[in-house]
């Protein structure tokens, strides 16, 4: 088939390499004019890395990764440890699956590899879909500078503010979490005495938690800092803050964290939104994917592996050979309680290290810590339904 996707981000890109391996003509159409290093870091557990194996990607993409040693709860002030469990060893016996830290502009770039190996002229950038018409015969991309494009298939992976999702569904009315989070990448180098552990690590405090994770084979510093805020901001993570108001929103906390915003060449500052589960992700010849169809608060690092996973559900019930409307249906009921479930949990997660006295921090961190200390499998046991499937195991 011929198959057009929007958008040339992470479920964009994986879509495409998954089409291409199953033999179909795929055009990716990526509105900006160059794919730059932006964003940051990302969390792709073995759940994802399964599907990135199974479509040749996983060489490319371990391959300025970073593999954690541990899984970690702190006090953000303190710096003192509540758990800490094994994760590099732990995720191939557990999961059959590595768990790595991740650039987000090194996934993309080896996605394009991957893809550029297969078909050099696929990715095409400078090109925005603005809307779409669909018949019969097949569905028409129309650029926003009035170009059409017309194919038998039109995947919208134009992220959260996905243009393709407003036209089939209509406008959204997105909610303010009442959390806006910090984001930063520094050099280890710059870090001097206090750089962050070799793990996957959150840091609890009052009101607000923090992520702490290495990235690049461990030469770069992944922080995220998420601060329960009353005034709403940009919802966008390429929007500047100030390094002044960053370590206000942590003062007090370990030497870490501080020398993380201090050493900062850019601090992104990103308003959470939430949003209510879609009614439907596909339309006759139209479907939605990652982003565009279940934007996940990124309390449980899963956004851009359930992309991945989509993508690969998506490619093989396309190849079922039934019709296109009920293959994007059957892809839809496969992948919607899965994603939604993940949703849910990430939204329940928001204020878990949030605690704000003594008394609900003990309720809650401290069997977490006699699991840690005593029971690790515990630990290991609640992401099992996540980390466990296999989405390319036959059905």
Partial sequence: MQILIAGGGIGGLTAALALLKAGHAVTVLEQAPEIAEVGAGLQISPNGMKVLDALGASAR????AFRPRAQELRLGRSGAKIFSVPLRDASQARWRGEYLHIHRADLVASLRECITDRSPETIRLGARVASYEQGEAGVTAVLNTGERQTADLLIGADGIHSTIRT????????????????????????LGDYPPPETACV?????RHAVTYRLRRGSLANFVGVVECDEPGDESWTSVGAREQALNDFRGWNPVI?????????????????????????????????????????????????AIEDAYVLAREIGRGDSISASLKAY????????????????????????????SQAGTYGPMWV??????????????WIYGLDVTEPD
């Fill in 61 to 64: 993409v371990s391959r300025d």
């Fill in 258 to 306: 501080k020398r993380i915003i201090d050493e900062a060449p850019l601090l992104l500052r990103w308003a959470l939104y939430d949003r209510a589960e879609l009614p439907a992700w596909q339309d006759g010849r139209v479907a939605l994917l990652g982003d565009a169809c279940h934007p996940m608060l990124p309390f449980m690092a899963q956004g851009a592996v359930m």
């Fill in 371 to 384: 699991a840690g200390k005593f029971l690790p499998s515990i630990v290991h046991g609640r992401h099992d």
């Fill in 167 to 190: 036209q089939m569904l209509g406008p959204d009315k997105p909610r303010f979490t009442g959390n806006v989070a910090w984001r930063a990448v520094v050099p280890v180098a710059r």
């Fill in 332 to 359: 839809e009921q496969k992948r919607k309680p899965r994603a939604t479930r993940i949703q849910n949990v990430a939204r329940e997660n928001a204020k878990l290290f949030h605690r704000s006295n003594m008394f």
């Fill in 203 to 207: 840091w609890a405090g009052k009101r």
